[in-house]
């Protein structure tokens, strides 16, 4: 399920070579999966000018509830309208029965606004580190996350 889920949207951001506009504000769809569980809610993306923006999730699956906040950087790719590359990161904290923890996670991914439609996907690698004391691995490498968007403005 995972691979087409990749193949599919690698497949959207590339093969699509109409012209897309940028956005200043989306609201949609979050999905972060990977190693362990899988984690659905809502997402907002806010672009303060053409390079910063601020994403912010809560996520719930599993008797999890993941809220996090991320800064990323955004830039062009050249000769593909509509098509940024980021990166960036930010804390997270993941509340569940009989406790939480606290983490960092830095990211680097892709965002295409889709031309003359007001949507916009994005797909990223969201590693985590942990903080605190957790039983276990303190470094997660396998994460990831969809975006499905949206567009206000």
């Not at 989306?26 to 601020?54: E, R, Y």
């Not at 719930?60 to 593909?80: E, P, R, V, W």
Request: charged share 15%; proline share 3%.
């Amino acid at each position: 399920m995972r691979k087409l889920i990749l193949t599919t949207f690698a497949l959207i951001c590339f093969a699509i070579s109409a012209s897309a506009q940028s956005y200043t504000t989306s609201a949609g769809l979050g999905i972060d999966f990977g190693t362990g569980q899988t984690l659905v809610g809502p997402t907002l993306k806010h672009f303060f000018n053409a390079n910063n923006a601020i994403e912010a999730d809560i996520l719930f699956g599993s008797n999890n509830t993941l809220i996090a906040a991320y800064y990323q950087y955004h830039q062009d790719f050249k000769g593909a309208s509509g098509l940024k590359w980021y990166l960036g990161g930010g804390p997270a904290v993941n509340l569940y029965s009989g406790g939480s923890s606290f983490f960092l996670r830095p990211m680097v991914g892709l965002d295409y606004k889709i031309d003359n439609a007001p949507l916009a996907l994005s797909f990223d690698w969201r590693p985590s580190i942990y903080l605190g004391d957790t039983v276990g691995d303190r470094f997660t490498a396998g994460r990831f996350g969809l975006g499905f968007k949206y567009v206000f403005k």
